[in-house]
């Protein structure tokens, strides 16, 4: 068994083929993406299908949809052992004005947000924009 099809059963995901192709695609790409993305990587692959996977990805806390101000929902893998919960796993993301590109900064987690009393944080977003590594070097 490959280590991307021990990921997808450890989350209760059946691994088809198409499954593991797109867990691919996301591992080599270090970058959030879009669904358009995946579907112009994929142009044989049913529409449908593919916007299930991810769906079902991200119910299975394989991906984590990440919304930085474009509009555009991207989405990224999770790291290992990751439960997207806010305080433990919740990071930065990082979207580059120049390039367009999202990252996930996994080593920059979201400071704990003090709520007033009765509020409970389900998610939390915290989307840093600026300049990105790449384009800051050309
Ligand atoms: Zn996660
Ligand atoms: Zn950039
Ligand atoms: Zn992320």
Redesign the pocket.
Known sequence: MSDIEKLLNDHKVRPTAMRILIYRFMAKKERAVTLTEIENAFVKADRVTLSRTIKTFETAGIVHQIEDGTGIPKYALCAAGCNCEVDQDLHIHFH?T??D?TVCLTDHKIPHINLPEGYRAENVNLVVKG??E??STV
């Open positions: 580059c120049s390039c590109e300049i990105c790449k384009c």
